[in-house]
């Protein structure tokens, strides 16, 4: 399970697992309360373990089904604590090198996120897989958000809040888009027919919802309605992309 912090280096982290073992598939779920207490049941007698449910829910995170044994994997993720120093080859010792300058360690994981969790045994192993991959998806959302603000409003999705994307490779930063939105649980909706995508709400990182959009539109095959967040307002605003198209075809002539 890749956690919230992770997410923003998940191309990093993608890189360290696939020279070990390869991906089987993704799935990226928003927490609720019930899954994030299930997954760390054994747990749930620690002082901590009100603080560490708190962190998680209402945030994303990666579930990733891994063909490999179980302690080969968690060999690469490395020990709980980032800083030992077992873990100066492993994901969670990446820790100290990707904490920004203008912040700490602690206040960067709120010292709770160590990037990945990783089952412990391959009864774990399936326990997990099923929490995280077969529990049902909420119903596809009216507005899709590919931007970073958190829109608060009635059936919205906002999976790319509090992600930090790497602006300076396009070829990572392509991957890295695409790979948040091919795990997103409903794609296989989308794809059947009579079902439509959600609005697609564009804006801050222009990049990442260029792409985004190219995504959902190319892989459905359908053309998406589009907003944009207001700076000044923070509201959302109907994009006419039609009124766009006209003016195009005026200036193709």
């Known amino acids: 399970m890749i956690k919230p912090v992770g997410l923003s280096h998940w191309p990093t982290i993608k890189k360290i697992i696939l020279k070990t073992a390869p991906i089987s598939r993704t799935r ?3 927490v609720t309360d019930a899954l994030i207490q299930q997954h760390y049941d054994e747990h749930k007698e620690r002082g901590w373990f009100s603080q560490l449910v708190k962190y998680f829910v209402g945030q994303y995170v990666l579930a ?6 179980p302690n080969k994997i968690r060999k690469i993720i490395g020990t709980t604590k980032p800083t030992d120093n077992a873990n100066s080859n492993t994901i969670r010792g990446l820790i100290s090198s990707l904490t920004p300058s203008d912040t700490t360690m602690t206040e960067y994981t709120k010292g709770i996120d160590n990037l990945i969790h990783g089952a412990d045994s391959e009864e774990a192993a ?9 529990s049902p998806p909420p119903p596809s959302p009216k507005l899709l958000c590919l931007t970073n603000h958190k829109l ?10 509090g992600i930090n994307f790497d602006l300076t490779d396009g070829n990572t930063l392509a991957s ?4 948040l939105l091919e795990a997103m649980p409903w794609n296989s909706y989308w794809l059947k027919a ?3 995508i959600p609005k697609i709400v564009v ?6 919802s260029i792409l985004g959009l190219q995504y959902l539109t190319t892989h459905t095959g359908q053309t998406a309605e589009v907003a944009w967040i207001n700076p000044k ?8 992309l039609q009124i766009v198209k006209n003016r195009a075809r005026r200036h193709r002539k």
């Open 176 to 179: 890295h888009v695409t790979d």
């Open 194 to 196: 009579g079902n439509s």
């Open 28 to 30: 990226l779920v928003k």
């Open 233 to 240: 307002t923070g509201t959302m605003q109907s994009v006419d």
């Open 64 to 69: 990733v089904e891994i063909s490999a044994d």
């Open 203 to 208: 804006g801050g990182l222009t990049p990442v």
């Open 126 to 134: 399936a326990r997990e897989i099923e929490l995280w991959f077969e």
């Open 152 to 161: 608060e409003l009635e059936g919205a999705v906002s999976p790319f809040v």
